[in-house]
Nanobody, 124 residues
Framework: QVQLVESGGGLVQTGDSLRLSCAASGRTFSSYAMGWFRQGPGKEREFVALITRFGASTYYADSVKGRFTISRDNAKNTVYLQMNSLKPEDTAVYYC?????????????????WGQGTQVTVSS
């Protein structure tokens, strides 16, 4: 079992930045990859970013590439999502999730554990 707690969401304006954090507990943090997803109003949950176990590789959705950066600190059992140049279309609940396998995956079905989410609202 893994418990995940996201934080750092809020209300910002277009062009602002936010950094989300996700604290994990329950298993050895460095034994799994971590992903971020988001779910906007009336939309399905979608993949945002993935980072491998030791941070050697990262992957991003095209919609956030160049603006968002995923990182992790295994000593702190925490994964981060730095979000820059935010747009109204980034408004969503953001979730972190555990991927038990080491390969790249973007489907929600490929992730085993989820946090409760943190709301990000970007005003125009």
């Amino acid at each position: 079992q893994v418990q995940l707690v996201e934080s750092g969401g809020g209300l910002v304006q277009t062009g602002d930045s936010l950094r989300l954090s996700c604290a994990a507990s329950g298993r050895t943090f460095s034994s799994y990859a971590m992903g971020w997803f988001r779910q906007g109003p009336g939309k399905e949950r979608e993949f945002v970013a993935l980072i491998t176990r030791f941070g050697a590789s990262t992957y991003y959705a095209d919609s956030v590439k160049g603006r968002f950066t995923i990182s992790r600190d295994n000593a702190k059992n925490t994964v981060y999502l730095q979000m820059n140049s935010l747009k109204p279309e980034d408004t969503a609940v953001y979730y972190c999730a555990v991927r038990l396998h080491t390969d790249y995956a973007t489907s929600v079905n490929d992730y085993a554990y989820w946090g409760q989410g943190t709301q990000v609202t970007v005003s125009s």
